[in-house]
C-alpha cells in the first residue's frame, strides 16, 4: 500500500546544488527507518545515507559526508537528501527506500529520479 515517489533530480554542473525529495502515500511512513541509494551505469547500487526514527540518527556514506544531508518531515511524509558539492560521479539514479521489517516485510522503492552531473 506504501508508494514512494521521488522528485528533484535534474542536470547540474559539477559544483552545483540539488534537493531530492521522496514523498510516501498511502500510508504514514511514521518512525520506519528511511534511506538513500543510488545506481549508476553498469555498477551496483549503493548506499548513499539513511534516516532513523525521528530524523535522530543520520548516516552518510563516506562519498557523501560533508556534501550530502538526508533529513524527513514527519508530517509530509516526506524524506530529502540535499547534495551540495556535486560532482560528476555523483551521476546515478537515485531511489528513495523504506526499510523492510517496519510497515511491510520487504523494502519499499520509489521509481528512482536521474540526477547527472556535467563536468
Known amino acids: 500500500q506504501v508508494q514512494l515517489v521521488e522528485s528533484g533530480g535534474g542536470l547540474v554542473q559539477a559544483g552545483g546544488s540539488l534537493r531530492l525529495s521522496c514523498a510516501a502515500s498511502g500510508r504514514t511512513f511514521s518512525c520506519c527507518p528511511m534511506g538513500w541509494f543510488r545506481q549508476a551505469p553498469g555498477k551496483e547500487r549503493e548506499f548513499v545515507a539513511s534516516?532513523?526514527?525521528?530524523?535522530?540518527?543520520?548516516y552518510h556514506a563516506d562519498s557523501a559526508k560533508g556534501r550530502f544531508t538526508i533529513s524527513r518531515d514527519n508530517a509530509k511524509n516526506t524524506v530529502h537528501l540535499q547534495m551540495s558539492s556535486l560532482k560528476p560521479e555523483d551521476t546515478a539514479v537515485y531511489y528513495c527506500?523504506?526499510?523492510?521489517?517496519?510497515?511491510?516485510?520487504?523494502?519499499?522503492w520509489g521509481q528512482g529520479t536521474q540526477v547527472t552531473v556535467s563536468s
Open positions: 527506500n523504506l526499510e523492510g521489517g517496519c510497515l511491510s516485510e520487504y523494502d519499499v
Open positions: 534516516i532513523r526514527c525521528n530524523g535522530a540518527s543520520t
